[in-house]
Structures are given as structure tokens and as C-alpha cells.
């Protein structure tokens, strides 16, 4: 059955129908993993926008507002650029479009890695301003102190750990990492040091597959794969990625369909029904009295 949304002029919120299950909260999603298990996969996308948000919500259990915006909506070179406010502003649009779904906000490049309590002020605004329930940052052993910090204080933290995008100029590119036993051994340390720091789950991201399970089986929260394994607890893609937006295809990401054709299609028509005045037609118009 297909949602549909009665604006509610007063309070400038789109009521679902039919109305949404509760929203769904950090410690459910934690307790999904039971003794290293999780029946049912997690399933989170990325959301960047209301209406995105609205559409995703039903079918998801987690929307994550991700850095990704910067190069998915705004066509920056890397996430590094992205801001607080940024982040801020989709966040809290994300919020409004979703009813069901917890929503996890991305702590942007430089506004949490210097200290805890820098950390600190960033997630509480994010939270504060967004109404979101979490918020996912990057990094491993170097975050754990940041994690207990935020962790202790209220603030639920998605860790992020493997090929973290933030650090590509430190990690020289975006492919796979963990080919080497040195990198093997930092990301399942890294992995478990953001679990036992408090972190409620924890996304791993562009790994051979071997860690990616591994992982899994060490720490007692879900893990989100993306380029990681089926044997994660959860799965993530960038919404865009998955819909067929872009050309460009990693290897990680299955295209469920190819909507970059359907909108150039589409303006195609538009425009050689507006060339040719047959748009807009009678009923696009207002007759008079
Ligand atoms: O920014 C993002 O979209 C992410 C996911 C790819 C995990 O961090």
C-alpha cells in the first residue's frame, strides 16, 4: 500500500496515511543484535531531503543524513568541505519527511575531531536543531575517547571505521582497505574500540569481506555494511547510488534501477512540449469566469 501525505497548514507538517508505526529508537535498534545475531537485517539509506525522507521512511529503519550530501547534492569534490550548518539544515528536513525511521546525522570533517568536548558542542546542536536521535562520526581507536564522551552524555554515536571518506587525503584514494595484515589488524581494532567505547552501531565501510564478517562476529552492536559483506548486521547505500542517479558505478553498489533516465527522459518531453506550445494545454490553465 502506497503512502500518501495531507499537509497540515498549521503546523507545516505532512501527516502520513496510513499513520506510521512509532518512531523507532536507538535502544530497539541495538537490541536487534541478540547474542551476536540479528534475525532480520537492518536497513538504512541515506536522506538528504523532506520529500526523500518521506518516501524512504516506511521501508527503512534507519535514514542516515550523510556527509555524502556534499558531493550528491551540492557536486563538491569530497565531504571535506561540508558544514555544520550543512548538515544541520538536511537534518532537520530529514526529521520532518520521517515518521518511522531513527535518523542518524553526519558529524562533518572538523567538527569533532579536536576534542570531546568540541565533539560536544557540534552533536548537541545537531541534536538540538535537527531533532535527529544520533549522530555517526568517523574513525577508530583515535575516537573512542570521543565516543565514551558523547556516549556518557546523552548523545547516541553510529561509529563509522574502514575506508572513512574524511580521511582521503591521509588514506590517498577510495578503494578497499584491509589488504594488508597491518590494515586487517587496525580496522577490527578500530572497529571494536568505537563498540566498547559505547557506540550503539557501527557502520563499516569499503573492506574485503573477511574483516567485514569478522567484525561483525567481535562487537555486540549491529553492523551497517556498505562494501562490506551480507553477513553484516544491517545495510547501507546512498539513496542515489541505489536508484541509478549517477554513471559512475563502485563496485559495492547495486543499481535497483535507473532514474538519471527517467529524468532526462522526462525533461526531454518537457521541453519539446514546451517548443512546441502544446504544454500548457486547457487544463493547465485557468479559464475565466
Ligand atoms: O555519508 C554517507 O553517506 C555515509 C554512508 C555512505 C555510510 O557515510
Do not use: W
Not at 123 to 152: D, N, P, W, Y
Request: charged share 20%; net charge negative; proline share 6%.
Amino acid at each position: 500500500m502506497s503512502t500518501t501525505f495531507q499537509l497540515d497548514t498549521a503546523t507545516s507538517r505532512a501527516n502520513p496515511t496510513p499513520a506510521p508505526m512509532k518512531r523507532l529508537t536507538v535502544p530497539r535498534i541495538k537490541q536487534r543484535k541478540v547474542d551476536g545475531v540479528t534475525a532480520e537485517p537492518l536497513v538504512m539509506l541515506t536522506a538528504y531531503t523532506a520529500r526523500q525522507a518521506q518516501l524512504l521512511d516506511p521501508h527503512c529503519d534507519m535514514l542516515l543524513v550523510g556527509d555524502s550530501l556534499g558531493q550528491v547534492i551540492y557536486g563538491l569534490p569530497s565531504t571535506l568541505p561540508v558544514t555544520l550548518d550543512m548538515m544541520i539544515a538536511h537534518g532537520a528536513a530529514v526529521v520532518r519527511g520521517s515518521y518511522h525511521s531513527l535518523v542518524v546525522v553526519d558529524m562533518p570533517f572538523g567538527s569533532y575531531e579536536a576534542s570531546p568536548q568540541q565533539a560536544f558542542a557540534s552533536a548537541s546542536r545537531i541534536m538540538a536543531e535537527t531533532g535527529a536521535a544520533a549522530v555517526k562520526l568517523e574513525g577508530g581507536v583515535a575516537m573512542a575517547e570521543t565516543v565514551a564522551f558523547l556516549s556518557a552524555r546523552g548523545i547516541p554515536v553510529m561509529g563509522h571505521v574502514g575506508l572513512t571518506p574524511q580521511a582521503v587525503n591521509a588514506l590517498g584514494g577510495y578503494m578497499a582497505r584491509g589488504r594488508s595484515e597491518a590494515e586487517e589488524a587496525k580496522i577490527i581494532a578500530d572497529g571494536k574500540a568505537v563498540a566498547e567505547a559505547g557506540a550503539f552501531a557501527l557502520v563499516i565501510e569499503g573492506v574485503v569481506e573477511d574483516i567485514a564478517i569478522a567484525l561483525t562476529g567481535a562487537v555486540a552492536v549491529p553492523t551497517i555494511g556498505i562494501g562490506a559483506s551480507a553477513q553484516c548486521d544491517g545495510q547501507v547505500l546512498v539513496t542515489e547510488d541505489m536508484l541509478g542517479m549517477f554513471e559512475r558505478v563502485p563496485r559495492f553498489v547495486k543499481r535497483y534501477n535507473d532514474i538519471a533516465q527517467v529524468i532526462s527522459q522526462t525533461a526531454e518531453t518537457y521541453s519539446a512540449d514546451v517548443r512546441s506550445r502544446s504544454f500548457p494545454t486547457a487544463d493547465q490553465v485557468y479559464p475565466a469566469k
